[in-house]
């Protein structure tokens, strides 16, 4: 039964700035590198035999310092890089609503299955997420990184739930975070903990 540690990468100056990023390929900002260390350190102890991650930049450097202490190449994945907005990349969420007016109401009414102009819907990241996890935990035995953005994270606990792709109560992921499932052969999950930060202190 692999233990799934969910992992979310360190901050960019568009975090800061609270920038749609979706697939573009913003690097770490130095707190990001900081926080990417402060992981490293704390999972230098936890017996990981596989460090999978989103090929994001941001993603990738995060996950690149939490596998070289265990001499592991990381195992680059499309399927966890975060929600393609299209247009709405490189945006606040408010200038989005009013650049979109029309998408944007189409997004708040049916946020499962609308897509940004030039994205993906919610409901296509949740299938792509699940489908990863899904593989990834198929195939591995013991401790297993998976390094990655809020929005797939969310989708894929979602998933490994089994809760529905939009419900009313969602997680919140912070940058650097982690969150640790062991996932059954039968493909329930137990749940050990989300969001877990405390080695950022």
């Known amino acids: 039964m692999p233990s799934l540690y969910l992992i979310r990468h360190g901050r960019t100056a568009w975090n800061s700035a609270w920038r749609i990023q979706g697939h573009e390929d913003v690097p770490l900002d130095e707190e990001g590198r900081r926080q990417a260390r402060a992981l490293g350190e704390a999972l230098k102890g936890v017996p990981l035999g596989s460090v999978y991650a989103s090929p994001l930049a941001r993603a990738q450097e995060t996950a ?47 946020p499962a299955n609308a897509r940004p102009p030039g994205g993906e819907s919610y409901r296509e990241l949740y299938a792509r997420a699940e489908a990863a996890l ?41 940058n650097a975070s982690v969150s640790l499932l062991d996932v059954r052969p039968d493909g329930g999950v137990v749940t050990h903990y989300v969001n877990r930060c405390d080695h950022l202190a």
């Open 64 to 110: 690149s310092l939490i596998a070289a202490p265990h001499g592991l190449p990381l195992r680059l994945d499309d399927r966890l890089m975060e929600r393609n907005w299209g247009q709405y990349q490189g945006m606040r969420r408010e200038e989005a609503a009013l650049a979109y007016a029309q998408a944007d109401d189409l997004l708040r009414r049916d």
């Open 134 to 174: 899904r593989e990834i935990t198929a195939g591995e035995e013991g401790h297993v990184a998976v390094v990655c953005h809020g929005g797939t994270i969310v989708a894929g606990l979602m998933a490994l739930m089994g809760l529905d792709s939009w419900p009313r109560v969602r997680f919140v992921i912070e």
